[in-house]
């Protein structure tokens, strides 16, 4: 039959079992957009590329599905380029969908012309710009199975306006002819019977869980893992859920923000076993001082990762739904007990760090503890939500003090550090989990980074609980300015006339207003059993620093435990 | 030190973009890159001259650049017995005065002229980049108008083809 190019991109989509898209209309994807209407398939406008391309990605960390957000040509497409920058760094399936001028036109400078391909090329795992329709199933199809399979990452297509209008007979390719693509599954078993070998020798091992656990949908096995062998785990920020917060073997997040339990056990380990991790500058600090004692053994499914920024005594690559269950069964075959596998004195000494030094605030009293405001909606949620967050002070006081329980229920820009993701990813996993509690951490300078899509949230109904963590300065920022440039508060206040409630109010959000931290628990109580979308503004003092901190350089069991606020 | 590397690409639109973003992106040094066709019509061969600290970063050049979905295959012929060539053209300043001492330069380096006329001439060389550079070196007392080199291309001794290693 023939179709038109634009219903061919909806033809592929049914096909790719896409259930939404996110996108934004223009010029250039006119044609598209009609093809939309006419096939009624689901489409969320948001009110700006950004918001698109960010719901995109919150829809795929919640589910693990491939999310697609449309744009059109110039303006559209350069948009999207944080969001697209977003996924890549923390290896999340997208596929962008712009539209591009005429092909005649491609390359004159036409109006809304941007050479996206060019532009995303170092954020993209691949792209493609589409010139002839005959392309276009092929296409299409290689898109979603590079973004989905190996190690994910976001593909960007851009598609020429004469394609969407063009014909074709359309046939959607069964298979994918990609010589150069590689999506390794299993690996050498071999190695895994090293790593057994080494875990039995060490002394003081450590797991080291990261995103690719949450990416691939292993916790269960990383749990099965540490209970049959009880070693202490460590987490990244993309990490968090694998393993309960709460789980004694837990230490906690490592890093520059890491718990002092988790930074000593890294510091004093024998044996460090990575899995699904990249060894980000946040979270070693200076290389060169990384678990200095520790032999490295690092599981992942990307070989560009290993040897990259630690150098790894033992790697084992492949997907860790191959590697982690043969993990499991070669250990337990073994019949060795937990007091075998992590000594005693060596449990009993994390244990001792845990106790020693757990998580304070250094704030005098008085004022809402930030800690609190997570503490409490942690107690009220049960680990059972989805928990977004933005970047900032508030992102990582979320990381230590929410209670995780569940795989992809932290949603946080964790390799780019993009403010603004939180608003528009928490409207990509509510409205692929309409069931779930979606709770959005932000603060009062990330909000406004996409606070349009309050807009996208009242409009479509979509229940998320945005908390404003309002500590009326760019806290992060002044955090850094306050211990390493003499307390020089260079344009890190938003101090003014802004009035969150006020805002969210006026785009058909409900507001709510903390102001004393006798009113906080009820009002969270209140605003979480709301059915609709609620933003509630919690005034928190402006300086409290986020602890404990490794100054950037320093090694990790140098920790800044208390703060010098004053 | 210095590493050659084979790398066959898919030849499709977009592939070399891909290639030269990724080599600035992780600010990997390449010293010459020469990419030209093959024996199959949809592949292209780009010898890859890189320069590294270690044998751990020539490992991520090798794998980052495996990664593109364009690349079919990467060997690297440091290690195996390879003829390694580039070709130069150079166009040297010569009038009638030194263009005999000129000549008898080009004939010690095996070189060719290619072009001559009343102010300059163009010698064309084709060896291994040392054998260049020294030919530039003692074209430099002649007056050098311009050089253009390919970059250097390489490839095994003995029967077994670089997508076969
Ligand atoms: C798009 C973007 N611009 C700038 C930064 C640098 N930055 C990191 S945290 C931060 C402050 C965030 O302020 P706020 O959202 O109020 O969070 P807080 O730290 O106060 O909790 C800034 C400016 C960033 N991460 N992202
Ligand atoms: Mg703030």
Redesign the interface.
Known sequence: MKMLGAEVVIECLKAEEVDIVFGYPGGAVLTLYDALFKTDFPHILTRHEQGAVHAADGYARATGKTGVCFATSGPGGTNLVTGIATAYMDSIPLVAITGQVGVSLIGKDSFQEADI??IT??IT?????VKKIQDLPCVMKEAFY?ARTGRPGPVLIDISKDVFNDTLDFVYPETVC?????SLFAGDSNQIDLVIEALEKAEKPVIFVGGGVNLSGTAEEVRRLVDVTGIPVISSLMGLGCIPSDASEHLGMVGMHGTYAANMATIDCDLLMGIGVRFDDRVTSLVQNFAPEAMIIHFDI???E???NV?ADFKVIGDLRWSLPLLCEKIAERNMGKEQWARADWVGLVQEWKREKPLASSLPAGGIRPQAVIEKVSELTQGESIIVTDVGQHQMWTAQSYNFNAQRSFLTSGGLGTMGYGLPAAIGAQITLPEKNVILFTGDGSIMMNCQELATLADNGLPVKIIVMNNQVLGMVNQWQRMFYGKRYSHSSTKGCTDFVKLAEAMGVAGLRVTKSEELDTVLEKALKMKGPVLIDVLLPETEDVLPMVAPGGRLDQMVLRGIIG | MKYTLAVL??NR??VL??IS??I??RAFNIESIAAGPTEEVDTTRITIGVEVEDE?EL??VV??L????????IANLTYVDSIQRELALIKVRANKANRSELVDVVEIFRAKIVDVNRETLVVELSGEESKIDALCEVLTDFGIIEIVRTGRIAVSRGPVAAKDM
């Open positions: 391909c060019g090329t170092p795992k691949h792209n493609y710009l590079i990609l010589r150069g693509y590689r990307d070989p560009a290993v040897n990259k150098r | 690409v898919e639109p977009g973009t891909h973003g990724l600035s992106r751990f490992e991520q794998n980052q495996s990664k593109l979905v364009n690349v079919i295959k």
